[in-house]
């Protein structure tokens, strides 16, 4: 621009910058959901938060996904008494195992009074002197007693469970071509799914969840609206074993088994 001074230059490409500015400010990028997932259950007259376990979503609705939902109705896994009495586990180590509502002993740290005194757990006084023999000093031992016990004691339950649910993962991201989501429960049975593509999608547990009666599984359709948190946190998206009819959701609740 010859002539012009350049104050006035300036002044143009300024007036373009910001031009460009309020262009990109009023184009976002598209918004994603959130789902503020809140299971319960109702045990007797009793209703309970269902903490630590995971849920998934996949890409699809329930129409969309029935062969896969077919293969997750089918899919048996052994409740956890069940697994650990077949592997000779004792009253001890399973009322552990309840207590603390694990899957595996990786689950809490070992206290000091389950290796010793009334309420010993055989196996894990066992692994604890083995780790000892190596490791040289209490506290380490008992902090990794764990890798002490024979496999199937350790973790066998986890893996059986994992194993399941690994095979419905990959057969639901190879039908829907997206990766499937997870998440799991906190103590007071909430989790959070954020950056979610819009869209309709299936929620499921694909294993049933042990309580102290049964064994429940949910199948739930779920459409997915671009929103925020705040949103999120004001209209959780509720389970229950008990039906409602705002909810499109299949319940399959179970009795747990009587052990051999």
Not at 42 to 56: A, D, V
Request: hydrophobic fraction near 35%; charged fraction near 30%; include cysteine.
């Amino acid at each position: 621009m010859p002539g012009r001074p350049p104050i006035l230059i300036f002044g143009f490409l300024l007036a373009l910058s910001c031009l460009s500015l309020v262009a990109h400010t009023q184009t976002p990028e598209a918004a994603r959901g959130v789902i503020r997932l809140k299971v319960k259950y109702k045990s007797g007259e009793t209703t309970r938060e269902l903490p630590r376990k995971r849920f998934f979503l996949i890409h699809g609705s329930l129409d969309e996904n029935k062969a896969l939902i077919e293969q997750i109705k089918q899919g048996t896994v052994t409740s956890r008494e069940c697994f650990y009495r077949s592997q000779g586990a004792s009253d001890a180590l399973i009322n552990w195992l309840k207590e603390n509502d694990c899957e595996s002993v990786y689950c809490r740290l070992i206290e000091d009074k389950y290796l010793g005194g009334p309420d010993t757990v055989p196996e894990f006084k066992t692994a604890y002197e083995q780790a000892l023999k190596e490791l040289k000093t209490a506290e380490l031992a008992r902090r990794w007693l764990s890798n002490y016990l024979p496999a199937p004691l350790r973790d066998g339950y986890y893996n059986s469970k994992q194993q399941v649910i690994d095979k419905l993962t990959k057969e639901a991201e190879n039908r829907s071509g997206k990766p499937v989501m997870s998440i799991m429960t906190d103590r007071k049975g909430t989790a959070y799914l954020t950056d979610i593509e819009p869209g309709v999608y299936t929620i499921s547990n694909l294993g049933g969840a042990e309580t102290e009666r049964s064994s429940i599984l949910w199948i739930c359709e779920r459409e997915v609206k671009p929103t925020d948190l705040a949103i999120a946190m004001r209209r959780p998206f509720q389970l229950s074993n008990e039906t409602d009819p705002k909810v499109k959701c299949e319940i399959i609740e179970k009795p747990l088994p009587v052990c051999k």
